[in-house]
């Protein structure tokens, strides 16, 4: 009994923490949309951008994003496909969203838990 009791609490809890994580709905998040766009959907569902604080030891393509109004670029790589990352937080939640081209075409997205 005391089994069968620890394996309905565990099954339970993966239950519980997969339908946490199915709350945050990120089905827009398409390869090849915008960033603003994306930005923008992000922003109205309670994503919040973080500020970059150390966007003095990022690279200079990330200085001219961020000077643009773009604070949350978290780095970006200046060379063939001009890649970016970009960090919002929402509640216990950090997103990461990498972007290609100058045009910050959405490539991939990364979401996990704080730390």
Do not use: H
Not at 5 to 26: G, M, P, S
Not at 78 to 95: P, Y
């Amino acid at each position: 009994m005391l089994i069968l009791t620890k394996v309905f609490l565990f099954n339970f809890l993966i239950l519980t923490a997969v339908n946490a994580c199915a709350e945050t709905d990120l089905s827009f998040m398409k390869k090849g949309t915008s960033y603003y766009d994306a930005r923008k959907v992000l922003v109205d569902k309670g994503w919040k951008p973080v500020k970059n604080m150390n966007m003095n030891n990022s690279s200079l393509y990330a200085q001219e994003i961020y000077l643009q109004g773009l604070e949350e670029v978290v780095d970006c790589i200046s060379m063939e496909l001009d890649a970016c990352t970009f960090r919002f937080t929402q509640k216990n939640q950090v997103l990461d969203v990498k972007t290609i081209t100058r045009q910050l075409n959405l490539e991939s997205f990364r979401n996990y838990k704080k730390r």
